[in-house]
């Protein structure tokens, strides 16, 4: 037996130990009976959860909502999986244009390249969103569209989260897979609606979400239809599409889904303005939830003042629209798969 | 007994006596079984598509493809339903530009609108795809989403074609619903990829074709999100933001579905880069077909010289390629359900 083995045996021990001790047993038959939300805190968060499915899926329910018109919306970064200490995107952009200098000698003095190459943050920082959009295009551009999801997905097998020293797709939020699922399994349709790049998530949210490329709505950059060699291919062009955040999230909603979700998930005031068209409608029951992060021994805190994943206006607008904030702590009993 | 079930019987005796005389013997255990084209000629055209859906579809075949990539693209004006004597969406913009005449006293002196004031169809054609883009944003932007598609699906009940005096919904090709329900069947998601506008399709393509609003791509004009009387709307601007049509139609299918089709189906020169982009891949069966309009008794005749769905580089491209033309004609035993 080798250590790895040795090591779960022990970890798996320690937590049926653990569930028996802290469970009444009141619950116990509803787990056996296949609980949908085992990390989720038997709490107010959760029967809110329990409530509204039931509400919008019970038939004569006077919120019953059909079929093909459950639509569930999630964003991704701090809603599915860690944003800090920089979005999973942004760190991509950094390594791929430390990868990228050699052909680029202009970019030891040339900002924001040059703060890269540096690892002086604080020039970065400064660089602000224009700086930002250079080192997209430098590094999202350029190529075609098959090429880039090659580079994406290289990168995503192995590339490791600097606290966590695991693979990012580890790093997605074990509530929110088992909220995912139970949506799935009461006929909805689950849909990321995510500020970060369409085609750098696609190749991976099917496997780590089982959400398919085509329910996957992101920022893009353009793309353009030609004929390279004789075989079709789309290029990646360095100019702005789409930005799908904050206004852009019910853009984008309408463009790729057409219809108004009754329920949204995000964490920052970028998504404020998804869970109010998804919420804010005369008549049936609808659920705005945002994850807040508030656990800094599991994984962050941060919420008024973060760089990434700032949630300020929503902590003021939750309260008036009814949308509940998901307590990192307190409502889920474990956030990583691995914890 | 009223005439309408009189001439119904009559229709329902006729077509019984006729299959009975038109088929072998042997193909009737196949349509008792349920044959999945009814409205096929048993012929090469109707055997491609069988022998295509088996070598995607069989464990072990060579060219199995798994279900999630079953991707299967449709065309839509000419390819799913009539486009002639005019596409139907022009048709309601022309009938909306009356309608909405009397607060735009100016249209009379003004260009193209005086032209469709005045049914001078001549002028209208002179003023272009500049006049047409006018008409488009006189018509289709200046409301919410929820009122245009409350306008839209209005029009759509109630319009009626010139020639054959029904509402355009009834106008749909019989033997294109079979071959979408054939391929639904057989684990494809079907998709509208259409030069038309996509908030136009949605509110019909679900009841009239199996296609949900978030499996229609077309060509659509920018929208905005604002707060209305304290409610969230999304506005409809006077300006284009994405064109759904010709070498368009890769990037639409790239950006709203994320994977690459393997079969499509169109009728124009417009559809041609969607098969390109479709069929052009080392290994692996793929599927190109274009609806030909030779049945000028049943439908409508034409191709190289239209006005609507010009078909000429396709018939070209098409044996190039090992597109397979469809014959209204021969490959189709009738055309609308009606009929």
Chains 1, 2 share one sequence.
């Not at 019970?58 to 599915?80: H, K, M, W, Y």
């Not at 750098?200 to 780590?208: A, G, I, K």
């Not at 941060?302 to 307590?327: C, M, N």
Request: charged share 25%.
């Amino acid at each position: 037996m080798n250590s790895t083995l040795i090591h779960r045996r022990a970890v798996l021990t320690a937590l049926l130990a653990a569930s028996a001790a802290a469970l009444p047993l009141s619950s116990l038959p509803a787990l056996a009976q296949g609980d949908p939300l085992p990390s989720w805190t038997d709490d107010q968060t959760k029967q809110a959860i329990l409530t509204f499915v039931d509400a919008v899926t019970r038939e004569g329910s006077p919120d019953f909502v059909s079929v093909p018109q459950r639509i569930a919306t999630f964003d991704n970064d701090g809603t599915l999986w860690c944003e800090q200490p920089m979005y999973v995107q942004l760190a991509f952009a950094l390594e791929r244009v430390k990868a990228l200098s050699n052909q680029h000698p202009e970019w030891k003095d040339k900002q924001p390249f040059k703060a890269v190459l540096d690892n002086d943050i604080e020039a970065l920082a400064k660089s602000g969103m224009k700086g930002l959009m250079e080192l997209i295009m430098a590094t999202h551009a350029g190529m075609s569209t098959a090429e880039f999801e090659t580079i994406a997905s290289d990168w995503i097998k192995t590339a490791r989260h600097p606290k966590f020293k695991r693979p990012y797709t580890e790093l997605v939020y074990q509530p929110m897979l088992e909220l995912l699922a139970y949506l799935r399994a009461n006929g909805f349709k689950t849909f990321i609606v995510s500020g970060g790049g369409i085609e750098f998530m696609r190749p991976w949210t099917e496997p780590v979400y089982g959400i398919p490329p085509e329910q996957v709505v992101g920022s893009s950059i353009k793309t353009e239809y030609k004929m390279q060699n004789g075989q079709p291919e789309l290029s990646r062009l360095p100019a702005i599409s789409f930005i799908d955040d904050g206004p852009g999230k019910p853009v984008g909603i309408n463009s790729h889904i057409g219809r108004r979700p009754v329920a949204a998930f995000g964490n920052s005031d970028g998504d404020l303005e998804m869970l109010e068209w998804t919420t804010m409608v005369s008549g049936g029951k609808r659920l705005g939830m945002l994850v807040h992060h508030d656990d800094a021994a599991r994984e962050y805190a941060y919420d008024r003042k973060s760089h990434f994943g700032k949630l300020d206006r929503g902590l003021v607008e939750a309260p008036q629209r009814g949308w509940t904030l998901i307590s990192m702590k307190d409502d889920w009993k474990r956030i990583f798969k691995f914890q």
